[in-house]
């Protein structure tokens, strides 16, 4: 017998500059953290009935190795008796690890899971090719696994390996998007997340760790003027910049699944859709735009039904790209996108990020009453995942 999933809870850390205030805490920590704190939430939840814990991670070579979501839920105090496991769709982690979940209590075999998702990008190590032999005579370069390619296979394409700034320039081109329009987004995503934690709106969301307690990327005087004066930072006539892109970040995110029998309490939202998308891997930032409408098709919807979107803004470029395409598939206002700020503000730490786009989501329609959502972030190497969530309590 088939049946629904919802999500009841959500909780993230803040998320913490590369190198900042959460550089001393281990991904095996940061998870734990917000595992307690997910099931926090719902008093009424005994912990040894969950029965799974799907935990994202897109590095896994350094203290996130080893099935960092067995770690952290030993970590977090949750009995041994709760098996959990470990996924990698890279920047997809943790919304993969939604969709997992959900899948599982849609099917009927689970009743609670505990999806989320971790990376530390500062303590993401370096690393070495193993010699074939001993002694090599040649030298051997270490590799930083903070962010992109590593130890290429040299028979992948060269125009498949690319960096994911160069990836974007060639979409800035393909779309004709603006130097300029990209710095008013990146602005806006300032703005809105700051007036997001003015408002109150994460004071719920978020779960303080290591002394930090609000998001540390957040410029609060940042303008479409201020990041004008920004170098380019792939091309030397481009049009991304640090300022117009998602900086380096650690964090964490968790949601507690489960089926409308659970005894959790109220949902915030039902999980109605899910897809994913993939596409040319230089392509990767435009692939939510097909990801998102397969969703919406699966939950029986069209963009003129929906009231809120959270879509991770890898680059600001990419984010234009998609919300354009969708306004021309009928989407009514593009300032739904993103209205709590996005990842330009926020953070993208890759792990964590697609459990922190779903969460903000299901809070947003519950604020707003609005019925419909869609959480979508687009992939490196080529792919995207995309979730409608309908809102189950009171709707406009």
């Not at 008093?43 to 799974?52: K, N, R, V």
């Not at 007036?195 to 969301?205: K, P, R, T």
């Not at 999980?271 to 990767?284: K, L, T, Y």
């Amino acid at each position: 017998m088939t049946t629904s999933s919802y999500v009841y809870s959500a909780v993230r850390t803040p998320f913490g500059r590369f190198g900042g205030s959460l550089s001393g805490e281990r991904p095996d920590d940061l998870a734990a953290t917000v595992l307690r704190a997910v099931v926090a939430k719902v008093p009424s939840l005994q912990p040894e009935s969950i029965d799974d814990v799907v935990f994202g991670c897109a590095n896994q070579a350094g203290e996130d190795n080893r099935n960092v979501g067995r770690m952290a839920t030993l970590l977090a105090g949750l009995p041994t008796s709760v098996p959990a496991t470990t996924i990698n769709r890279l920047c997809g982690s943790s919304l993969d690890a939604a969709i997992i979940g959900s899948r599982a209590i849609d099917a009927g075999d689970a009743d609670i899971v505990v999806a989320g998702g971790v990376e530390s990008m500062t303590r993401a190590p370096w690393v070495m090719p193993k010699p074939s032999r001993a002694f090599p005579a040649r030298d051997v370069t270490a590799v930083s696994t903070t962010l992109g390619w590593r130890l290429v296979n040299e028979r992948m394409p060269a125009e498949w390996t690319i960096s994911l700034g160069e990836c974007n320039e060639q979409l800035a081109g393909r779309f004709g998007i603006s130097r300029e329009r990209q710095d008013e987004f990146a602005a806006r995503s300032h703005r809105l997340a700051r007036q997001g934690w003015e408002s109150g709106f994460y004071d719920d969301i978020v779960v303080p760790v290591g002394g930090l307690a609000r998001d540390e990327s957040i410029r609060d005087d940042s303008t479409a003027d201020s990041l004008a004066a920004l170098k380019p930072a792939f091309r030397a006539d481009g049009t991304i910049t640090a300022g117009n892109a998602s900086p380096l970040n650690d964090g964490a995110s968790a949601l507690l699944l489960g089926s409308e029998h659970a005894d959790l309490g109220e949902p915030l939202v039902r999980i109605a859709g899910r897809a994913a998308h993939a596409c040319d891997p230089q392509d990767f930032g435009y692939a939510p735009v097909a990801a998102a409408g397969r969703a919406l098709a699966r939950a029986g919807i069209g963009w003129s039904d929906v009231s809120a979107v959270e879509l991770n803004e890898a680059f600001a470029v990419q984010s234009i790209a998609c919300v354009d395409a969708w306004l021309a598939d009928g989407l009514s206002d593009p300032e739904i996108v993103n209205a709590k700020g996005g990842a330009i503000a926020i953070g993208h730490p890759l792990g964590a990020s697609g459990a922190r786009i779903l969460g903000t989501l299901a809070h947003r329609l519950v604020e707003s009453r609005g019925r419909w959502g869609v959480a979508a972030i687009c992939i490196g190497v080529g792919q995207a995942l995309a979730v409608v969530v309908e809102n189950v309590r009171e709707v406009h």
